[in-house]
């Protein structure tokens, strides 16, 4: 099997009311934390990001719950609605450990790597096959990320595109060394981004419904 094939757990779909739940998504984006070590070292940055802003989501699910009475293993706050208008009504939105703002920069990491795996494979279904993924990283960058981030990271992620492995290295890895499964790997990234791409759009309308803003960094 391959990287993709074989994540577990995976995205859920998205409910029909709209509401994701907190939990079941926190547990698939951390499945994506060993994919940023098989791109390099360089890639740990992202990898931090995302790691933290998981955690303080889910810190922050357990204070609010606790504070609303119902313990530690409390459910009362289920989803990512429920969460962040907790916040907006105890105004503390802005601040740094809040769902608030660790849900909108996951949202644009997991975008990140959203389009990122989709550029790949539709690199691949044309039948271009682009050997260097530079293009891609820094597209998916300046697509998602790039217009929220300061110029002292700004540099960090030019460093970043210019470490992305060769296309052929990184299928390798993710075939688990099985060069022979590069079809069945490109089809399991694609299955993944298809689950992916409507939980992160789901969670895009719902900031910008909550008219949630932070001031970004100069």
């Given amino acids: 099997m391959t990287f993709f094939g074989q994540i577990d757990p995976q995205y859920l779909p998205v409910p029909d009311d709209g509401n994701i739940e907190v939990i079941p998504f926190l547990e698939a984006s951390k499945q994506i934390l060993p994919f940023f070590g098989k791109l390099g070292k360089t890639f740990g940055v992202i990898q931090s990001d995302v790691n933290g802003n998981v955690t303080k989501i889910h810190n922050r699910q357990q204070i609010l719950n606790q504070e609303n009475g119902g313990g530690e293993k409390s459910d009362n706050l289920k989803t990512f609605r429920q969460l962040l208008e907790e916040d907006i009504r105890l105004n503390y939105q802005k601040n740094d ?35 260097s993924l530079k293009t891609i990283t ?11 981030h300061n110029w002292m990271v700004r540099q960090v992620f030019s460093l970043v595109s210019h470490a992305a492995p060769w296309r052929a290295d990184l299928i390798k890895i993710l075939c688990n060394g099985n060069e022979s499964l590069e079809d069945e790997c490109i089809n399991d990234m694609e299955n993944y981004t298809k689950i992916l791409r409507p939980n992160v759009d789901n969670l895009d309308c719902l900031l910008k419904d909550l008219k949630i803003e932070v001031e970004d960094k100069d």
Avoid: P
Avoid at 100 to 119: A, E, N, P, T, Y
Avoid at 121 to 130: A, E, N
Avoid at 138 to 148: D, S
């Fill in 97 to 131: 450990k809040s769902t608030c703002v660790s849900l909108l920069w996951l949202k644009r990491g997991m975008d990140f790597i959203c389009r990122f795996l989709q550029s790949i494979v539709d690199d691949t279904r044309s039948g271009k096959k682009s050997e």
């Fill in 138 to 148: 820094q597209n998916a960058y300046e697509q998602t990320l790039k217009m929220h």
